[in-house]
């Protein structure tokens, strides 16, 4: 092939890529098998080692990188990275509930509520739809640069599938249960200490100073909120959610829309039971007024936004426990 050509499949090879690393890591639907991924990858990989010239940051080769760091760099959040207030039980949403209406007096209010995924908070910056930065959530206004160890991660697009001028998109990257209980029967094998939960592996694995060890541990990543953003401006977090999942990002599709708290009271309950038939650990929900006006009216605390609360689950009574108070 002369070198015009070789540029034009090293293109085509890219854009299948990213759309099979979409349909698998994204949507959960590949079309095709593993060894036909795996072959377009090594003819890119062959390609791009005869021209690396044609070699750029956003090419699915790029997602292990070579060198090991020597420790993370500090970086500066686009926009603060906030904590969530806690609420334990429906007495606490429906006091979320009368402070969210007594700040909007005479205001409609509607609730948009997700799954609260138990893993380590990311934010991840791209610019023209090229990821150029990731870091941890940190203090929530510096964090670590995690950039090598995110592009590891399947589910987090390399590139957009629609670029827009800047955009910083917040998540939680995690480790589904599956992939936690092999990693620990590995380290039992080896004699390694174990991950207490999937949280922590998550975190282990991300704070890898050497990007092959995060490629091997299988992570995934939910996205559920943006920072910085230009060229866009969603209404509601409903539609910000839509947003993030045409971009090209893994959106949690348990989500509803309430017009009042006792829907949402209800809704949480019915998770206590369904949330160990995930693939992942969740440790409660998050309810956030869906107005993002009203999002912007209610602003936020030294530490957490008024227009959010998480619903944490009641604590689990072990089986032992359980049976140990009705023998007695
Ligand atoms: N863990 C989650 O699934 C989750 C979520 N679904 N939605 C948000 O919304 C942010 C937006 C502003 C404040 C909280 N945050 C989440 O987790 C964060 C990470 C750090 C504090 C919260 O747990």
Avoid at 191 to 209: I, K, M, V
């Amino acid at each position: 092939m002369d070198k015009e050509a070789v540029k034009k499949r090293i293109e085509e090879l890219r854009a299948l890529l990213h759309y099979h690393n979409y349909r698998y890591y994204v949507l959960d639907q590949p079309e095709i098998s593993d060894a036909e991924y795996d072959r377009m990858l090594r003819e890119l990989i062959s390609l791009e080692q005869q021209y690396p010239e044609f070699i750029t940051p956003d090419s699915p080769s790029q997602r292990v990188g070579g060198e090991v760091a020597k420790e993370f760099r500090e970086v500066a959040h686009l926009k603060p990275m906030y904590s969530l207030d806690n609420a334990f039980g429906p007495e606490d949403l429906k006091e979320f509930d009368r402070r969210v209406r007594s700040l909007l007096p005479g205001q409609e209010v509607e609730y948009e509520v997700e799954l609260k995924i138990d893993g380590l908070a990311i934010s991840l910056v791209y610019e023209n739809g090229v990821l150029v930065r990731g870091a941890t959530r940190g203090n929530g206004t510096t964090g670590e640069d995690i950039t090598a160890n995110v592009k590891t991660i399947k589910a987090i697009p390399l590139k957009l599938r629609n670029p827009i001028p800047l955009l910083e998109v917040r998540g939680e990257a995690y480790m589904p249960k599956e992939s936690f209980a092999r990693l620990n029967e590995q380290r039992e094998e080896r004699g390694e200490p174990l991950f207490a939960n999937p949280r922590n592996a998550a975190a282990g694995s991300l704070r890898q100073l050497d990007p092959k060890v995060t490629a091997e541990r299988d992570l995934s990543a939910f996205m559920y909120a943006i920072g910085e953003v230009q060229g866009y401006e969603p209404k509601t977090q409903a539609e910000l959610m839509e947003w993030l999942s045409e971009l090209g990002f893994k959106v949690n599709p348990y989500r509803e829309v309430f017009n009042n708290i006792d829907d949402v009271i209800n809704y949480c309950q019915s998770w206590h039971e369904k949330r160990f038939s995930l693939p992942y650990v969740i440790d409660g929900l998050v309810i956030k007024v869906n107005s993002l006006a009203q999002q912007e009216a209610l602003g936020f605390t030294a530490k957490s936004p008024r227009w959010a609360i998480a619903y944490k689950f009641p604590a689990e009574i072990a089986e032992t426990r359980l049976k140990d108070i009705i023998v007695r």
